[in-house]
Structures are given as C-alpha cells and as structure tokens.
C-alpha cells in the first residue's frame, strides 16, 4: 500500500479512477503455481488495480520452482506465487527471492511468512480431520497422536503422496523429532488406512461411510458441503495436527523489475484481494483483520501448533522416510 500512495502523490489520479501502467512499461511475469481457476479471475484485475501489466504462466508448483531455478538469473519470472510454502522455502534456501521491505511483511501475520522475510503467505489451508457424522464428535481424537489408536484400524484415510501430507509430516519430524515421527507412520499404518491420491476423495469417502475420517486440507468440505461429512479440528490447543498450509509470493532476486513486483506482491496481501481468498476460496486470509468465510470458522489465538514455516521446506527427507516406510 504505501508503494501505491507514494505513485499516487507523484502522479495523482483522477478520484475513482484506477492506476495507469506507463507508457511502455515492463509486463511483469508471474510464475503461477496456483491454477488459472483458482487465480485467473483474481489475475484479471491486477492491472485495473495496481497499473502493473502481468503476464501469467501457471504450472505446478514443483514445476515452477525447478524451473526457475534452472533458470537462474535468466528466468524471466518477477514474481512467484506457490501452492505451498515449503517450495517457497526452497527457493529463499538457494538465494532465488528478494528480501521484502518491512512494510510489506508487517501486513502479513507473522505466523504466516518466512522468518528470514524472503516471501509472504497470501492465504492458508487449516488441516483437519473430515469425519462421517453419524460418528459422535465426543469420539472423535482429541490429538493427531491418537489416530494411532488400534480403535481407528480400518477406518481412516490418508493421501501420503499430497504434497499438503507431506509438508505437514516435516512438520512433524521438527514438532516431534524423526524416531517419533516415524513410529507413529508406522502405527498409523498398521491400522490399515485406505490410501486416496489427494485430499478431496477423502470427503466423498467420509460422506458415503467407506470412512470414518480422513486427513485433509479444511476448504475441500466447504467447495461440497456434503450433509453427511463435516469438518473437525484436534481439541488440543496447539495440538501438532493443527497445522496452517500456506500460499505464498516471493520476488525473485534476478527480477529486473523489483519495484513493479513488490506492488504486485502487496496487492496479494491487500485486503480486497485476501477478501478475495475467503470469499471465492474458502481459504484463511493471512492479513490480520479480515473476516473468513461464513462457513470457515475464525482461528482461536491458541489453536495452531507453533511451527516454523521453514520446517514444511525440508521434504527430501520427509519422502525418504514415507519411501522408507512403504507409504510412497
């Protein structure tokens, strides 16, 4: 925002008029790690909004990533925004993003960005679990720990080749430790759990019976809102299986164009555009003060575990220990 007002004072606009890009003025290109039907629409108003021409390309996240850095300093991406921050953090780790002003990182909640300030959340999934409601939530584990209770055999899903699963099982390797880590896998596993390739099967499988709970991202029960499935969060404050995945932007280091960049990076954390999140998406702002979805509840101060993002980014031997143990 302050970018914006300091263009404003320069150059002022007519009142109710919108931002105009100079005349030829660099397209900005944004790596795009979230689909176009996820972010097209909220793409389509970047210009009209910030004066910036951009230029998409979307791609998987993985895809994105690995490219840009084999790109190096010729990638022509200004801006990256990913599905997940661990690829975020992949990219800080290897110098490939620009360190963000202050300004900018103070609109974001400080759980909810890098703590060495190389990229910003732009909005978060909440893991849950999705349970069958014919299963009295008294019954439901208080804690991510007692789904290696014999009680769930035959009764759980899981997706251990989601990159979601994945990122919040490093984060269990950093919250519990790898021995830790690794035996509960392996008990969880022993009770039979059936194997989904994503998260959103597990909401059918949940609402049909086949299940009686399964491990997901929150916002794939309010895309369906089956009548039969709900939502459940661990009832342990801080509990580990109360984990927030996070979207995020990075600037890249190479970017020829930092200034036109970071007011498109700040655009994301504005609030029309993190309104934008909870409204279309379902998704949890990650700037403080605004409201969630009406059918996405608000997050309690306590609520979360105290995870540092940096933890997600460390996937390599999170996939060797899934490998290890016949998850993958």
């Known amino acids: 925002m302050l970018l914006f007002l300091l263009a404003c004072a320069a150059d002022p606009q007519p009142e109710g008029s919108a931002p105009e890009a100079p005349a030829g003025a660099a397209v900005l290109t944004v790596y795009s790690g979230r689909g176009e039907s996820l972010v097209g629409a909220l793409f389509e108003r970047a210009e009209a909004e910030t004066g910036v021409k951009v230029s998409i390309q979307y791609g998987d996240t993985p895809e994105m990533v690995t490219r840009m850095l084999s790109e190096g300093a010729e990638s022509p991406a200004d801006l990256i925004l990913a599905q997940d921050s661990g690829h975020l953090g992949a990219l800080a780790a290897r110098d490939a993003l620009a360190p963000l002003p202050s300004g900018l990182l103070a609109q974001v909640d400080s759980r909810f960005q890098d703590p060495d300030g190389r990229w910003v959340g732009t909005s978060g999934r909440m893991r849950v679990l999705v349970y069958n409601t014919e299963l009295p939530v008294a019954e439901l584990p208080s804690s ?23 990122a919040h099982v490093s984060a269990l390797r950093a919250l519990w430790g790898e021995d830790e880590t690794r035996s509960w896998l392996k008990a969880v596993e022993a009770n039979g759990p059936t194997r989904y390739p994503k998260n959103s099967p597990q909401i059918e499988a949940a609402a049909d019976g086949a299940i009686q709970i399964g491990w997901v991202n929150h916002y794939y029960w309010q895309r369906t809102k089956p009548e039969t499935a709900a939502n459940y969060r661990f009832s342990t404050a801080g509990d580990a299986g109360n984990v927030m995945m996070l979207a995020g932007v990075g600037v890249s280091a190479h970017s020829p164009n930092q200034e036109a960049a970071l007011k498109v990076a700040e655009w994301l954390v504005s609030e029309g555009v993190q309104s934008y999140f909870a409204t279309e998406t379902f998704e949890y702002p990650t700037r403080p003060g605004v409201a969630t979805h009406p059918d996405v509840p608000a997050l309690k101060a306590d609520t979360l575990a105290e995870i540092d993002q940096r933890a997600l980014a460390d996937l390599g031997p999170t996939r060797a220990m899934l490998q290890e143990l016949g998850l993958l």
């Not at 991510?144 to 994945?166: I, R, T, V, Y």
């Open 144 to 166: 991510l720990k007692e789904l290696a209770d014999p009680k769930w055999k035959g009764k759980l899903g899981w997706a251990p080749g989601n990159g979601s699963f994945q």
